[in-house]
T-cell receptor
Framework: SAVISQKPSRDICQRGTSLTIQCQVDSQVTMMFWYRQQPGQSLTLIATANQGSEATYESGFVIDKFPISRPNLTFSTLTVSNMSPEDSSIYLC?????????FGPGTRLTVL | AQSVTQLGSHVSVSEGALVLLRCNYSSSVPPYLFWYVQYPNQGLQLLLKYTSAATLVKGINGFEAEFKKSETSFHLTKPSAHMSDAAEYFCAVSDLFGNAGGTSYGKLTFGQGTILTVHP
């Protein structure tokens, strides 16, 4: 199995600012994912981040708003840029290992 | 395109009663199906998965789910609820794709989630 940690666990930010969320996996993984869980809604995939290549974004998500880094096989970051209250969500990191997908505890973001 | 519908955003049962959480899916290809559980302030944990083998799948914590192709359903059940089962449950669907390393799951599409409350 894989254990995934995220930092920060929660944050309250002002609109117009940016926040970078860190995701650390205790195993080397090829595929990592970032999801958003808006209040009262399900998980929505933001992008897939494979090490050594550019992240692949889902429809409705763009790199300028959600830049992603994937510098090695155990780490990734997601930045939420120029935040607005609509970005208030839980952001979850996920990794695929041995044909199973594991999830981090999430980062609860509130934008005022 | 794939989609998942979970019937009932909230389900409440008494301790010891049957738990039934409903999930219907839509997929143009044979699906892989999953149930995840999310406890407060924790990440999602895989309960069980259907990957085209036996249609009745047993998972952790006494949960099981049955894949019914004719009904496009994958309902989650547990014969006797425990207080510790209180959590949010997500059904998810994925297709299968091939890559250089063999086959793997495609993108996960999640349902809206069902919050399970267990009363003493």
């Amino acid at each position: 199995s894989a254990v995934i940690s995220q930092k920060p666990s929660r944050d309250i930010c002002q609109r117009g600012t940016s926040l970078t969320i860190q995701c650390q996996v205790d195993s080397q993984v090829t595929m990592m994912f970032w999801y958003r869980q808006q209040p009262g809604q399900s998980l929505t995939l933001i992008a897939t981040a494979n090490q050594g290549s550019e992240a692949t974004y889902e429809s409705g998500f763009v790199i300028d708003k959600f830049p992603i880094s994937r510098p090695n096989l155990t780490f990734s970051t997601l930045t939420v840029s120029n935040m607005s209250p609509e970005d208030s969500s839980i952001y979850l990191c996920s990794a695929r290992l041995a044909r199973e997908q594991f999830f981090g505890p999430g980062t609860r973001l509130t934008v005022l | 395109a794939q989609s998942v519908t979970q019937l009932g955003s909230h389900v409440s049962v008494s301790e010891g009663a049957l738990v039934l959480l409903r999930c219907n899916y839509s997929s143009s290809v044979p699906p892989y199906l999953f149930w995840y559980v999310q406890y407060p302030n924790q990440g999602l944990q895989l309960l069980l998965k259907y990957t085209s083998a036996a249609t009745l799948v047993k998972g952790i914590n006494g949960f099981e789910a049955e894949f019914k192709k004719s009904e496009t359903s994958f309902h989650l059940t547990k014969p006797s609820a425990h207080m510790s089962d209180a959590a949010e449950y997500f059904c998810a669907v994925s297709d299968l794709f091939g890559n250089a390393g063999g086959t793997s799951y495609g993108k996960l599409t999640f349902g809206q989630g069902t919050i399970l409350t267990v009363h003493p």
